[in-house]
């Protein structure tokens, strides 16, 4: 008889512990959903109050550059003051960065866009020019995990 209690009872409970752990994902996924609801709503609330907008282009190689074309009418838009970022490709070998880099760099200087990078072994302060609204070139961690720190 104990042992068929304890049997049972065991399965009743890890059944019920797996309930608890399934709702209590739920309520998470719902908390950040709830979360992110409200602080777009903030944000769009703050950007409706602008009249100028920062847009800053996250970029990692002149190959993966898309955004020419509205980069050239945000700039013919006197609303908007658009910059590029060159950041790091994470993927790319240490020895190879640097020369990524100043590929990129030349790449946009020669086209006239507005640069904005850093020196050799330094960081930009992306919140000095606390960007509205943000492009990435390669929406993946490829250069995510360097530029996030300045970001957020």
């Not at 509205?132 to 490829?142: A, C, G, K, L």
Request: positive net charge.
């Amino acid at each position: 008889m104990r042992d068929w209690i304890k049997k049972h009872i065991t399965t009743e409970v890890v059944i019920l512990l797996k309930k608890i752990l399934g709702y209590k994902k739920l309520f998470w996924q719902y908390f950040y959903i709830k979360r992110n609801s409200l602080k777009q709503k903030e944000t769009l609330i703050r950007l409706n109050r602008k009249s100028h907008f920062t847009v800053l282009f996250v970029a990692i190689s002149p190959a993966s550059w898309k955004y020419a074309s509205l980069y050239r009418a945000l700039e013919k838009d006197e609303n908007f003051t658009p910059y590029i970022v060159v950041a790091d490709a994470t993927y790319m070998p240490q020895n190879e960065v640097e020369s990524n880099r100043l590929t990129c760099i030349n790449f946009f200087q020669s086209q006239g866009f507005r640069l904005i990078f850093p020196g050799k072994k330094e960081f930009i302060k992306v919140e000095e020019r606390d960007p509205d609204i943000v492009f990435f070139s390669t929406p993946y961690n490829q250069c995510f995990r360097r530029v996030s720190d300045h970001f957020f």
